[in-house]
Nanobody, 118 residues
Framework: QVQLVESGGGLVQAGGSLRLSCAAS????????MRWYRQAPGKQLELVAV???????NYADSVKGRFTISRDNAKNTVYLQMNSLRPEETAVYYC????????????WGQGTQVTVSS
């Protein structure tokens, strides 16, 4: 089993910054891609950013140039640096990870609330 624990959420004013962290623990033998999603109230889950085990990244168009995903493989941790935050980005942010231990399974964190005030 793998556990993902997010942290770093909170309340920030529009234009501000936050850095989210997601640490994997447990039987994390081989962590492949790691992702950040978000879900705003009343809206669908949205993929924000993804990073492969090799460090390749991809972003939703709405966050390009403002958000940066990174990872520390030694710590089994993925980060999301969010700059120039907007009120409409208020959401619960979730991380997930594809973990290979004989087979590959996808695990999710419990989410962390980000609130951007105008």
């Amino acid at each position: 089993q793998v556990q993902l624990v997010e942290s770093g959420g909170g309340l920030v004013q529009a234009g501000g910054s936050l850095r989210l962290s997601c640490a994997a623990s447990g039987s994390s033998s081989s962590i492949n891609a790691m992702r950040w999603y978000r879900q705003a109230p009343g809206k669908q889950l949205e993929l924000v950013a993804v990073i492969t085990s090799g460090g390749s990244t991809n972003y939703a168009d709405s966050v390009k140039g403002r958000f940066t995903i990174s990872r520390d493989n030694a710590k089994n941790t993925v980060y999301l640096q969010m700059n120039s935050l907007r009120p409409e980005e208020t959401a619960v942010y979730y991380c997930n990870a594809d973990v290979t231990y004989v087979t590959t399974s996808r695990y999710w964190g419990q989410g962390t609330q980000v609130t951007v005030s105008s």
